[in-house]
């Protein structure tokens, strides 16, 4: 079983930060890309931020001067941390992780289930 959590949402004030996490956990053998995505209730899902367990890693040109992407040393956690929050980053946060449970299959895509993050005053 693969599962993947993500945290660190919450209600926070225009100009304010959060940090969120994503933690992919169970049984495989590798995790390759990651990413974030954020969806607003009756709009399509919309990509953040993502990486590749090489390294690189890229953030919406939107949201770039203010959001930053990790991935720790481990490679199963990724983060997002996001600076002056603005009330249109107000959504659901998926995480979403390319993971190839057993060696000789190809990767399969894992959602978590996500954290909402609304930005208000």
């Known amino acids: 079983q693969v599962q993947v959590v993500e945290s660190g949402g919450g209600l926070v004030q225009p100009g304010g930060s959060l940090r969120l996490s994503c933690v992919v956990s169970?049984?495989?053998?590798?995790?390759?890309?990651m990413g974030w995505y954020r969806q607003v209730s009756g709009q399509e899902r919309e990509w953040v931020a993502g990486?590749?367990?090489?390294?690189?890693?890229r953030v919406a040109d939107s949201v770039k001067d203010r959001f930053t992407y990790s991935r720790d040393n481990g490679k199963t956690t990724i983060y997002l941390q996001m600076n002056n929050l603005k009330p249109e980053d107000t959504a659901v946060y998926y995480c979403?992780?390319?993971?190839?449970?057993?060696?000789?299959?190809?990767?399969?895509?894992?959602w978590g289930q996500g954290t909402q993050v609304t930005v208000s005053s």
């Open positions: 979403k992780a390319a993971v190839r449970v057993r060696l000789q299959e190809k990767n399969r895509e894992f």
């Open positions: 990486g590749t367990s090489g390294g690189t890693s």
């Open positions: 169970g049984t495989f053998f590798g995790v390759n890309g």
